[in-house]
């Protein structure tokens, strides 16, 4: 597949979830038919291994497909998104584990990473047990990985483990005020013994040092994992905010203001609103270009990515992510009350793109304290998330 066809399959996408966007909201999961062309397009596939039946694309190509879908629905971009981006995290694993869980091609895998289980130890494997949050698409899920700390008590060190869904117990707690699509509930797992092959380091995913980066000798595969997910993560919340600016800007050419009878678009306040909405827009793209301009160029040339250039990429992800919201928040503000009805695309996207800023990656202030610590040579955790 070219990467054109990927992009005439993601705006053949784009038309579909905004028309069922509603109903995705409602159902608070992505509805059958999302999920089935999801499957037959191909996009599954963007970052999966050429030896798994994948296009084993370069990484950045992730960016443009999740941030479009947006277009249409935030719910959907973020999940369908998340679902490409594991595939691309699952061929991080060990050779063992990749044939067993793409034995069939690429999979819908969620991928709760808080460490909030443990795994302990039991002969060629570990016995898992814990309760995750925020499991993206899991009612639709074939496995699912999930951060737990792996290891004897004297050695413990955190980790991802992978098993089938069936083996886990799904609680229906995802009743929010936005990305209520996304079916993000909680997974339960008691005692459920799991294979070691089945398991792989955060250290070495964090730095993009896993095994699976050496198996498939590409660069896409040596990506971080922070960078990769915060980058990925904030295409839905870009795509949102370049939608509202659109609508926007329709409503402009058709809103007459109550009471006044003039046509709003010839207002001076509401055309600075739309025209800083845009130079806005452009700047986040030129932050978002140099920020994975840098990492793949490091990524092409061998070189290890440090922690600095790590939480630079992160404060760079949050600042998308924050900007964005208020974006948005700018144009709702100057859009009138009648945006408010739920019939309208404009304020679906605030309520998502609000959620998306609660993602603990894009605590703003966190992130910035990180990059900005690193660079002067202030310890910080062991286990920050960069």
């Given at each position: 597949m ?17 028309e ?13 038919a999302?999920i ?10 963007l ?9 084993q694309?370069e990484?950045?190509?992730?960016f ?7 277009h ?7 999940t ?6 594991h595939?691309w ?7 063992q ?6 034995a ?10 808080a460490p ?22 899991v ?9 737990a700390?792996?290891?004897p ?6 980790g991802?483990?992978l ?13 929010t005020a936005?990305?209520?699509a ?6 339960v ?20 040092t ?23 993560a904030?295409?839905p ?17 058709e ?8 046509a709003?678009?010839?207002q ?10 845009r ?6 793209h ?20 440090g ?18 919201r ?9 859009s009138?009350?009648?945006a ?17 800023s ?6 703003y ?10 660079e ?11």
């Open positions: 070219t990467r054109a066809a990927a992009s005439a399959l993601t705006e053949d996408f784009i038309s579909g979830l905004a069922r966007a509603a109903e995705a909201e409602e159902l608070r999961r992505l509805p059958a999302t089935t062309d999801y499957r037959n397009s191909g996009l599954a596939g970052l999966l291994p050429a030896r798994y039946g994948g296009r694309a990484f950045p190509e992730i443009d497909p999740v941030r479009r879908m947006a249409g629905c935030a719910s959907s971009s973020w369908l998104g998340f679902y490409t981006l595939n995290m699952l061929a991080l694993f060990g050779e584990a990749q044939d067993e869980v793409f069939s091609g690429p999979v819908l895998c969620p991928a709760p990473l909030t289980g443990r795994a302990v130890p039991d002969g060629d494997g570990v016995r898992l047990s814990g309760r995750w949050s925020w499991a993206t698409g009612m639709d899920a074939d496995w699912i990985m999930v951060g700390i792996c290891g008590d004297d050695a413990a060190y955190p991802l483990v098993l089938p869904a069936g083996q886990i117990s799904v609680e229906d707690v995802w009743h936005g990305m209520r996304t079916g993000s509930n909680d997974v797992i008691k005692d459920v013994w799991v294979p070691q092959h089945r398991l792989i380091s955060v250290a070495d995913i964090y730095s993009g896993s095994p699976g980066a050496q198996l498939h000798d590409a660069s896409a595969y040596r990506w971080p994992m922070v960078p990769a997910l915060a980058l990925t904030a295409m919340a870009l795509g949102s905010a370049e939608r509202v600016a659109d609508l926007f800007a329709q409503r402009l050419t809103r007459v203001l109550a009471y006044s009878g003039a709003q678009k010839n001076p306040a509401a055309q600075i609103r739309l025209g800083d909405a130079v806005r827009l452009r700047a986040l030129g932050l978002f270009g140099d920020t994975v301009g840098r990492i793949q160029d490091a990524v092409d040339a061998g070189e290890r990515i922690r600095g250039a790590r939480a630079d990429a992160r404060a760079a992800a949050a600042h998308i992510v924050h900007e964005s208020a974006v948005i928040a700018d144009l709702l503000e100057a009138g009350a009648s408010q009805f739920l019939t309208n695309p404009m304020q679906r996207a605030k309520r998502d793109v609000d959620i998306i609660g993602h603990v990656v894009y605590d202030d966190t992130a910035r304290e990180l990059a900005g610590a690193l002067v040579g202030v310890k910080i955790s062991p286990i920050s998330m960069i």
